[in-house]
């Protein structure tokens, strides 16, 4: 079975993150930059995969120069190559333009089964997957909390509040996945400096067939108009308990309309 794997790299959640305010898009040269974490659950449930069926473990990637550390983290637990769609024209896209490119790069490429993180940590949109569903055909099951294999039948377990959804698909299709569905693998030093020696293919939109001018901030469909950073902290509120201290905290409560 051919998996394809779509990692994005992405501002570390746990760090200080920030907008350029040139065009107000995400500062991401100088942000500590990491492997989007919904996707390490994707690129494990696609190992996992490969090893009970088979195949190969493909890893495409659209992002800078820099996006390679995240394709080496990829590779490293197990994926077994990788296209990486870089192109200064990108910058500042939407995520339908983003899909389009990404589109372009699938139907290049052999896969039976495209496996995503349910959404990034900067863009938060979950929007990724049912849109390349829509531009390729296929069928995509969304939220899984568990994916089974039968030949060329695809079950998933789609997650919800109440319990979950049992889906089905053939393949090709795309799975959308939480991070309910397994836990990842830790690199280890053997897969690391394997890793160096794994294909990573280059490609261009000219490669793809895409237009420049159809991507890019200037034609995006959705820009940040403004921004402003976090007002700072204000003063606590400090309740000295004089044998009326609940009294006065469910007061304060009451006030700040949180009882």
Known sequence: MNIVVLVKQVPDSGSERALDSSDNTVARASADNVINEMDEYAIEEALTVKESQGGEVTVLTVGPAGATDAIRKALSMGADKAVHVTDDAIHGSCAVQTSAVIAAALAQMEYDLVICGAESTDGQV??????????????????????????????????????????????????????????????????????????????????????????????????????????????????????????????????????
């Open 126 to 259: 979950s929007v990724m997957p049912a849109l390349l569903s829509e531009r390729l055909g296929v069928p995509h099951l969304s939220g899984a909390r568990k994916l089974t294999v039968e030949g060329s039948t695809l079950k998933v377990e789609r997650q919800t509040d109440g319990g979950f959804w049992a889906l089905e698909a053939q393949t090709p299709a795309i799975v959308s996945t939480w991070d309910t569905i397994n836990e990842p693998r830790y690199p280890s030093f053997k897969g690391i400096m394997a890793a160096k020696k794994k294909p990573v293919e280059t490609k261009s939109l000219a490669d793809l067939g895409v237009d420049a001018g159809s991507v890019g901030l200037a034609t995006a469909t959705s820009q940040v108009l403004d921004f402003a950073g976090r007002p700072p902290k204000g003063e606590g509120v400090k309740v000295t308990d004089e044998g009326d201290g609940a009294e006065k905290l469910v007061g304060y409560l009451a006030a700040q309309k949180i009882v």
